[in-house]
């Protein structure tokens, strides 16, 4: 019987690459989306540019707040012992 702790590390695993990929997505839209104009008409948010601060700063709390839910919500305890665990 294969060991669940498996199963459940392999989900886990894709939920991190779906948040990186998550990630990579809101930096790459905000950097090249607002950021590829030219540099005299950018707007700015509390003095940084509009495409550095959605996509570092926002961004960045954003994950986090997403990092967090999911880990609450999907990511389980797994013991770490040889012993068999029934879940």
């Known amino acids: 019987m294969k060991d ?11 939920i991190g690459i779906g948040l990186v990929i998550v990630n990579f997505a809101i930096w790459f839209g905000f950097a090249y989306g607002l950021g590829s104009g030219d540099p005299t008409s950018y707007k700015y948010v ?3 540019p509009a495409w550095f601060f959605y996509s570092c700063i926002a961004g960045t709390g954003f994950m986090i ?3 967090w839910v999911v880990m609450k919500l999907f990511f389980k305890e797994v013991p770490f012992d040889d012993e068999e665990v029934d879940q």
């Open 46 to 48: 509390l003095g940084f």
């Open 65 to 67: 707040i997403l990092i």
């Open 4 to 14: 669940q702790r498996f199963k459940i590390a392999h989900r886990e695993a894709l």
